[in-house]
């Protein structure tokens, strides 16, 4: 594996936005700090292009922060026949397992069968699925015994619809933390020499002859305005594409249709032990997955159309029930709306078709346009195929002149704090795991065993890390995506809230009044994530 250099001194956002005002030109300025905005300009950077990523939020404060925790081939998708999509998926999922040890590790899925033909049917499945990995699979997929499958999953319910359970198969997937891959990927971008701000909102586009030349951008926390200049400016803004599209041209037909999908999580006695069930088809033709993450149980995922594009999308009554009922008739134990300790809904974006000669379509998953004026846009996908999204974005702008020549070097990049040994099955996927090689820079910081959220394991030393060198800026900031408190349990949370403003303004030199405006923003967003 190719490691980057290590960054000398963490990032310091008053130096990286006076480096705004001082940089007559960039190679590539992406906007959109999600998964395909900072894995497109991780791509750009390690191909030695002088690189700008700006987010007008925090880093994966939308869709990116949202997932299932999962990196997977797609297991509905091979059901659908859809062979190559599924073989690239689970390609990038084995590189991404190699790359980023310390935040991608095997997960063991049980798929109960409660009819007789469920159990050759799901199985033969699931040995092609092995195959199609080929090298570079987890681990062999097997089948279970009655016995087995309740050894493996001993919450499952014994009977469903007035079946009996005949059986299972074992077959194995990826997990990950979404936010703390997005963090890792923003700090690798730094490693390669790369620059990436958050809470700068691209304000619009400039253009010289015609073409596409720059962003103009403000920063949301202090109110600097900047007029950036670029070669090639990608919008990376996932649902948001279209917002950035009309900045261009104001009559961009709709590319994208929003889907939302909502996540329960249930304390960790839903699912004790280490697999995760996968109900592969409800009763409405959904797929179900009850997940062991961070010491809780998660439960998702539903998929419903949205017509408008909040940031911090609302759960839906209906979803919810519909993940409580269905999760209640595959589980011996029922999970009701009193065990909820977090929900939080995720937009998708959807790609429709544009009618627009110039798009490319370079997979099913993931749509690139290059409008007349030179503009690169780039959505749909999933956290899986980040890496293969954004080396395909970047060779695209190659294509159309934007860039000169250089090859893609992404397969074989460590992503920071990967030291080239994956973490134990034990410890994979604890908060302390997540930072790798970084681990004993944190725990030299104070308050390394001062615990503030025990559920999340987050420590007073973590809240300063997220300060000192992941360009956290508020007390959500940290306790939704430096750390998972808020998506672990909303009260815990919210109980900790204080402490980290508190954290956090001497770190960053802010007064009480500060961490008043800090808390009072957080209340609004965690309600979102409390069951009403």
Same mark, same amino acid.
């Given at each position: ?45 390690? %191909? ?37 999509? =599924?073989?690239? @998926?689970? &390609?990038?999922?084995? +590189? ?14 049980? /798929? ?74 923003? %700090? ?11 809470? /700068? ?13 720059? /962003? ?8 600097? *305005? ?18 950035? %599209? ?49 010491? &809780? ?19 839906? $009554? ?9 999760? $209640?008739?595959?589980? *011996? ?9 977090? =929900? ?31 503009? =690169? ?15 395909? /974005? ?8 934007? +860039? ?74 940290? #306790?939704?995506? %430096? ?8 009260? @815990? ?14 770190? #960053?030199?802010?007064?009480? $009044? ?13 309600? &979102?994530?409390?069951?009403?």
């Amino acid at each position: 594996m190719n490691q980057p250099l290590a960054t000398v001194t963490p990032p310091d956002r008053n130096r990286l936005l006076a480096q705004l005002d001082n940089t007559p030109a960039w190679d590539v300025i992406v906007i959109g700090g999600g998964a395909t905005g900072l894995g497109t300009a991780v791509d750009a950077a390690s %191909r030695g292009y002088r690189t700008l990523l700006i987010e007008a939020a925090d880093f994966a404060k939308g869709t990116s922060s949202k997932a299932t925790k999962l990196v997977h081939g797609g297991v509905r998708y091979l059901a659908q026949g859809n062979i190559s999509l =599924v073989r690239e @998926a689970l &390609h990038e999922r084995g +590189l991404l397992n190699r790359n980023a040890p310390h935040l991608v590790w095997p997960l063991g899925f049980v /798929v109960p069968a409660y009819n007789l033909l469920d159990q050759p049917f799901y199985g033969i499945g699931l040995k092609m699925y092995d195959m199609l990995a080929g090298k570079l699979n987890l681990s062999p997929s097997r089948w279970l015994s009655r016995r087995d499958t309740l050894a493996n999953a001993p919450t499952l319910a014994e009977n469903v619809n007035g079946r009996g359970l005949k059986g299972g198969v074992l077959y194995y997937d990826g997990q990950f933390d979404d936010a703390r891959l997005a963090l890792s990927l923003m %700090r690798t971008l730094f490693d390669l020499g790369g620059t990436a701000v958050n809470y /700068v909102r691209a304000t619009g586009l400039t253009t010289t002859g015609g073409k596409v030349d720059g /962003v103009t951008a403000q920063d949301a926390l202090g109110g600097a *305005s900047f007029t950036l200049r670029a070669r090639c400016v990608i919008n990376a803004t996932g649902v948001w594409v279209d917002s950035v %599209r009309r900045m261009e041209d104001k009559n961009a037909p709709t590319m994208v249709a929003p889907s939302q999908g909502v996540h329960l999580t249930l304390p960790h006695d839903f699912l004790p032990g280490k697999r995760a069930i996968l109900i592969p088809k409800t009763d409405d033709g959904r797929v179900l997955f009850v997940v062991p993450w961070n010491g &809780h149980t998660i439960v998702g995922t539903t998929d419903s159309p949205r017509n408008d594009l909040p940031l911090d999308p609302e759960a839906g $009554a209906q979803d919810v029930d519909f993940i409580l009922s269905t999760a $209640a008739r595959y589980l *011996s134990r029922k999970p009701t709306r009193d065990d909820v300790t977090s =929900v939080w809904a995720g937009l998708r974006p959807l790609v429709k078709a544009t009618g627009d000669a110039s798009t490319k379509s370079l997979s099913r998953e993931h749509t690139i346009l290059v409008s007349q004026a030179g503009l =690169v846009t780039v959505t749909g996908g999933k956290w899986t195929t980040y890496r293969r999204m954004a080396q395909d /974005v970047v060779d695209t702008a190659i294509q159309h002149q934007l +860039l000169t020549q250089a090859s893609c070097r992404t397969e074989s990049l460590a992503l920071h704090g990967a030291n080239g040994l994956a973490p134990s099955q034990e410890h994979a996927g604890t908060p302390d795991s997540y930072y790798g090689s970084d681990l004993p820079v944190l725990k030299a910081l104070p308050g390394a065993e001062r615990m503030l959220v025990k559920s999340s394991g987050l420590s007073e030393a973590h809240v300063r890390f997220a300060a000192r060198f992941e360009l956290a800026r508020s007390a959500e900031d940290v #306790l939704a995506r %430096r750390n998972r408190a808020l998506f672990l349990d909303a009260e @815990a949370a919210m109980l900790a809230a204080p402490e980290v403003a508190r954290i956090l303004a001497e770190e #960053l030199g802010h007064d009480a $009044a500060w961490q008043q405006r800090t808390l009072q923003e957080l209340a609004g967003v965690a309600a &979102h994530y409390r069951l009403k």
